[in-house]
């Protein structure tokens, strides 16, 4: 079984030596090498990044309690719809006219 295995791995590497060319090869190699590279130290960092803080504080069940949140009560409506305040209208005398 393993003459099976070794003889598979060696088609593989022939095929990928032809497909890909020996000059090829090595750059992808180097190219993996640094974008693993890449993953390890941002990984590293992400880890380094979380707070030192206990998880305590973070879970639902902490000690603090906040205080219930309401929304402002609504102006009343009108039962002739929605009537239009502009403070900074000024008045024309078109607007005087049908007004008055």
């Known amino acids: ?35 693993l590279r890449i993953l390890k130290a941002e990984t590293r960092a992400l880890r380094e990044d979380d707070p030192t803080e206990p998880a305590a504080a973070d879970s639902p069940w902490s000690d603090t309690t906040t205080a219930p949140v309401h ?22 005398p078109e607007r005087q006219a049908h007004t008055a």
């Open 71 to 92: 929304a402002a009560p609504l102006p009343p409506v009108s039962p002739n719809g929605p009537v239009s305040h502009h403070a900074n209208e000024e008045a024309t």
């Open 1 to 35: 079984m393993l003459e099976n295995r070794a003889l598979e791995i060696i088609i593989i590497a022939l095929v990928v030596l032809v497909l890909f060319g020996a000059k090829r090869l090595p750059d992808s190699a180097r190219a993996l090498g640094k974008s």
